[in-house]
Structures are given as C-alpha cells and as structure tokens.
C-alpha cells in the first residue's frame, strides 16, 4: 500500500505529477493500492477556503474526481491512529501531519512526502527519492 501526503495526493491527481520524483511516480503507478489519509481532505478543504490552493470546481467536486473516479482508497481516522499520533515525538507539530505518519505506520503504508521531517519519524517508510 502507497499512503499520499496531502501536497502529493494534490501534485497527482492534478496531473502534476511531473513535481514527483519519477521513483516515486513509478511507485504510485505501480502499487496494488494507493491511499488517502481521511485527514488530508479536511487539509485541501482548509487550504481551499484560504486560498493557498485553487481547485477545479468545488471542494465537493474535487473530493469525488480526486477519490472516487482516481480509485484512490481514503483511509479513515481511526481511535487507534489518534492514539499513535499524540504517541510520536514532537518532530513535527502540525497534528495533519502526525496522523499521516500514524496512518501509514498503522498501515504498514509507504508514505509518498516531500516533508523532511516526516522522515525522521521512526516506524515510517518515506519514499521520496531524486
């Protein structure tokens, strides 16, 4: 299983995917499943209603064509991820960003981020090689 942070799963499903390195594309394309933390739709909602990021239509809309028709499967938060991410150390502290390291140890997940520090957690495989 393939877990995509926030920014990858927008990179890709945006047909950006050329901001990926092409280890990790391949990785993506290849994978039996490829995944979505629940979390990272209230992220892209977030950044949406900011305006860090413009969307092709609705928040609504892009979650159903950036889901359901991409066949990416959205992985819920779960008690026991909540529990793992107050758990990790305080390498990073954005709470988004905790449980998407939690999801993918939960999972046995790789996790495709460009985040350094996502990195430094243990327990999480980070593909994001040049």
């Keep these: 299983m393939i877990l ?3 920014h990858t ?3 890709w499903v945006q047909g950006t995917s ?3 390195p092409a280890k990790a594309a391949e990785r993506i394309r290849t994978a ?3 995944a979505v933390a629940s979390v990272s739709c209230l992220e892209v909602a977030w950044l949406a209603k900011k305006g860090r990021i413009v969307l092709p239509g609705t928040v609504e809309s892009f979650f159903e064509a950036a889901l359901g028709k991409a066949g990416l499967q959205l992985l819920p938060l779960t008690p026991s991820i909540a529990a793992k991410s107050a758990a990790l150390s305080d390498i990073h502290r ?3 960003d905790r449980v998407i390291v939690a999801t993918a140890i ?3 997940a790789e996790l495709v981020s460009k ?6 957690y243990p327990g999480v495989q980070v593909l994001w090689d040049q």
């Design 4 to 6: 995509l942070d926030t």
């Design 9 to 11: 799963w927008l990179w």
């Design 18 to 20: 050329t901001s990926l």
């Design 32 to 34: 039996d499943v490829v």
């Design 94 to 96: 954005d709470p988004i």
């Design 106 to 108: 939960e999972h046995g």
């Design 115 to 120: 985040d350094e520090l996502i990195a430094n």
